[in-house]
């Protein structure tokens, strides 16, 4: 294990500057500004994000690797916290 402990993550509907690109000039709702998710929210934003991803795929929202790209993504922020993502769990339901 290594020596240290990840507490926050980089906030993935801003990507870190605290605002949102969608509507310039207001904060971001997910972190508020701050840039950063605190664990619990992190992780919650990913398991959001990997939905949306194949959501809006099969919506005609964006294309297959932009959805491929955000579930990368969510695996990612899944690892950094050593947890085992909902959709990989093998034991039934998340809890
Ligand atoms: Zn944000």
């Not at 310039?24 to 919650?44: I, M, S």
Request: charged fraction near 20%; proline fraction near 4%; glycine fraction near 12%.
């Amino acid at each position: 294990m290594a020596g240290f402990t990840i507490t926050r993550f980089r906030c993935g509907s801003c990507d870190g500057d605290g605002m949102l690109f969608s509507r310039p000039g207001t904060t971001c709702t997910w972190c508020a500004g701050a840039g950063k998710l605190p664990r619990a929210q992190a992780l919650r934003q990913a398991e959001t994000f990997y939905a949306l991803a194949s959501g809006g795929y099969i919506a005609g929202d964006h294309s297959l690797d932009e959805c491929r790209q955000e579930e990368r993504r969510a695996n990612a922020v899944y690892a950094a916290f050593g947890v085992v993502p909902p959709w990989k769990q093998t034991s039934g339901r998340a809890a």
